[in-house]
């Protein structure tokens, strides 16, 4: 499958980085949301220091011990 590159919806989080709003990724199933937050993600890592992005993916089995608030504490 290739991969669509959203330039415009990237910059678009990019300009929003230190305001305090909520920011909220729509979109219809397969629509690319995951991707963006991924895009999103690797430019925070490559140009923010000191970020600290943790990234859970619920669909993976290896996540399956993290279904409440209390078992993300360590």
């Known amino acids: 499958m290739k991969l669509i590159e959203r330039e415009h919806y990237l910059s678009k989080m ?3 980085i230190d305001t305090p709003d909520i920011k909220i990724i729509t979109g219809v ?3 690319g949301k995951s991707k963006l937050l991924e895009a999103f993600k ?3 890592n490559n140009n923010e220091k000191n970020s600290n992005i943790i990234h859970v993916n619920f669909n993976l089995k ?3 011990n ?4 209390e078992a993300l504490y360590i």
């Open 42 to 44: 690797e430019y925070i």
């Open 66 to 69: 993290l279904k409440t608030s």
């Open 62 to 64: 290896k996540y399956d």
């Open 29 to 31: 199933r397969r629509s």
């Open 14 to 16: 990019i300009n929003v």
